[in-house]
Every structure is written in C-alpha cells, then in structure tokens.
C-alpha cells in the first residue's frame, strides 16, 4: 500500500525491524491475550503481535488505513475499530486487557490520563511516546520533570522506562527522540484517594504555580493548618512533595468539603 504520512494524526511509522522485534519482546505476547494496539498504521507492530496472540483488537482514526488493515488481516485474527482512541471504551474490551501502541504524540497526554480512569481494567500498557513525556512520567520528586503527568500517572502505576529509540528507526522521522515505556497498574494504591478528581485538582493546582511555596500555590484550597496537621512544610515547592503527600492533602480536603457542604 502506498500511504502519504498524514501529520495531523501523528504518523510516523516505524521502519526498523529492531526495534519492532524489541518491542514485541518487551510485551511478551501470549497466546490468548485480550490486547488493543492504538494507531495500527501500516500494521507493523499489528503482525507480530496478531500472530502470537490469536486474535488482536485495533482502533485507528485513519479510515484508508483502518480500510487496509481489514483487508489485509482476516478478521478472526485482528478486529479494526475504526474511531478516536480518545473516546474508545477500552473497559468493554475489559476486564484484563492489555494495551500497546506506537501512539500519535499530538494526543498522548490526553490519551495517558484516559487510561488512567481505567486502570483497574488494565493488565499492562507497552507505549512508544516522546522520550521527554516518558521522562516526565518517571520523574522521581524534586526534579524538575516531576509535575502533574507525573503524580497522576505514578499514583495509578508503576512506571518503567524500557529503552530509547531514535528518530532514524521511523518514517518519516519525528524531530524528537521517542522511547518505550511499560505502565503496569498498582493493585492497590497507597494511599488510597478518596476522591481522584480532587487529587487531580490539587496537584493541577499545584503544578500550574509551581515556582511558588505549597503555602501560596495552594492558597484558598489548602490551608496552612491542614499542611501543619500533615506535617507538611508550606514552604516547600511543589516538586518536592511525593505522590502519597498529595493523595493526604487531597483526602483532607474531600474529609473538610463533606464535613462543610457549601451553602446553596
Ligand atoms: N503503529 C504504527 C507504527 O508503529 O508504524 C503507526 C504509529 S503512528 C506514530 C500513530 C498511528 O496512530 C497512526 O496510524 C495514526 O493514524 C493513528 N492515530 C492518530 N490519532 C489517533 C487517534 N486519535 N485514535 C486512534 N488512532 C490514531
């Protein structure tokens, strides 16, 4: 199939057999996985992996090639959904899925919160994303790449970086180097928040003034009395707080907002 790259949807198609065979290795597939590979493209990790699970779901949003894969792969060995990763209901292919993908980088961000809702239905994710993003994922506190992808991600999973991959291994090649990542949800995280969408607004609260003390980032949603009772230092930065501080401070927000309902 002759495909012209389309830029909008991030493609960049991996060229190097390599670092497929690498890929593949790091996943381990086993026959009878349930797995969901994001953006197909061209079908290069899509073989292999096919193969040696028996039967491999796919969504990807370019309809010539979704088109392509449905033509080439008999359907009981991979199903094409043809769609928006970022609106896929990965649960109903759950409980224990599997999920991999070279993905478009214009939308991994978005996407790695998305699968983070949905964690308690994951097995493991194998992602190829920006080497800078994957950094940031990994980031231990007090470095300057922790931040909220960070803290969220890390609260959910643990994270690994499994190895590097430069631009040359693609087609055409991205301007910024990539690398693999495996995220393998936590049974149990701890602590546990009571409410993750507070936790998601303190640490976005937090991280949006990150050059300020927790004291000032933090005012009007946390006091300096409830930072105290935590033995948190409100002259710390918010770098320096680590993922289970954050799930303290949040779950004694949630504690004083049930306690306090606002006034209608
Ligand atoms: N897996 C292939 C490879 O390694 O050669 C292609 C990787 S390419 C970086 C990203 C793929 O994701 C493209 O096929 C692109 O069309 C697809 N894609 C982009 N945005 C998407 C979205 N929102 N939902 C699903 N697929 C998407």
Known sequence: MTHQPRKR???????DPGTVAKIVAAINPQPG????????GLGVLTRPLAERVGCLHAV??????????SETFPHERLVVHVGDALKFDFAALGPGLRVVGNLPYNISTPLLFRLADVAATLVDLHLMLQREV????AARPSTPQYGRLSVMLQYRFRIEKLFAVPP???RPPPRVDSAVVRLTPLSQPQPEARDVRM??????RAFTRRRKTLRNALSGMVDEALLASLEIEPGLRPENLAVADYVRISNRVS???????SSR
């Open 255 to 261: 504690e004083a907002t049930v306690r306090t309902p």
């Open 33 to 40: 996985d349930r797995m969901l590979e994001i953006g197909p």
């Open 134 to 137: 994957v950094d940031r994922m």
């Open 60 to 69: 990807e949003i370019d309809r010539d090639l979704a088109a392509h894969l």
């Open 168 to 170: 040359g291994a693609f």
């Open 199 to 204: 936790l998601g607004n303190v640490v976005t």
């Open 9 to 15: 949807f991030g493609q960049h198609f991996l060229a």
